[in-house]
């Protein structure tokens, strides 16, 4: 067995001995004599899955007490509309555009209220992250989203929006367990799982509870797209992706129990970005567009000097066991999406690689 290096912006990288864990209790989960891909979601043995991965994304994150975890179908793109359908009290919110996922939320948002895009870095093709200091915000927005980490450009925010009683909303999708998180700075953080958590299949919503209690009343709401509805049933108002809440339980216990939490999960991130960076900042024929500031650490996006020359090394490196590394098509180029499961040694082969590469084609 040859397993790649993949690079993929998402569906990515799982941790592999997650994957061996999950083969080692494909046929039979426990002594259940089932495999949780048959089990009833309403089975004892499937509710003690669903209460520890709540509970192990709860120690994990360290989630205060006042927040409630949802495990919501639908993707990260149906908690674009959910945010607004439940949170949008005064009809009104704030959203920083910053590249095409926060501009779909935006836009999402505009079927059930009004949307300032209060500012936006379009003008140089969502390459840096606006001073969030310098925003003028809506004194009557019922919240602030932001795209925490911009998968397709790589960038990320380092610092959030705070305004006294207005709830910020961030979709960390692509960023989520990757570091240490301070939930309470956040009135609900949403993320599709299949970046950095688990398999395809369902977002994480985590609300604080006056948000949940206090959602817009003007609107009525399908029970599927109603957070406290699907909160207050745990999650199984209907069937759940049962396989997805297993695999981030896994996930989760991977994080606690062999990286060794989220502190060392920074760190290791943080080593593998710099490498990569420190091997961008010196070539004369990769460069990354990014202003060095708002570099996220979770995808790192490069090019060579031409069009060619980037399928070429796309192509060269495929063969090489290094794959998915075509950039994202509205910035061309490459994208190495480095999230947690990969390993440092899959970065050293990536640059290894790309100083090859440039001493043949440089
Ligand atoms: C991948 C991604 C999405 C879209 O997620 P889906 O689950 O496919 O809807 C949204 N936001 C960010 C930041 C992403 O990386």
Redesign the pocket.
Known sequence: MARVYNFSA?PSMLPLSVLQKAQSELLEYGSSGQSVMEMSHRSSVYDAIIVETEAALRRVLNIPDNYKVGFIQG???TQFAMVPMNLMTTGEADYLVTGQ?SGKAAKEAEKFGTVHVVASSKDKNFTYIPDVDAVEYSPNASYIHI?E?N?IYGTRFTKLPQVDGIPLVA?M??CILSRPTDVSKYGLIYF?V??NVAPAGM?VAIVREDLLENARTDLARPAMLDYKTLIDARSMYNTPNCWSIYMMGLVLHWIENEVGGLTEMEKRNNAKAQLLYDYLDQSSFFQNPVNKADRSIMNVTFASPSKELDAKFCQEAAEAGLVNLKGHRSVGGMRASIYNAMPLDGVQALVAFMKEFEARNG
Do not use: E, L, M, Y
């Open positions: 998402g993707g990260a793109s996922f795209c980490n998968t979709d999708s692509s599709g299949q970046k977002a």
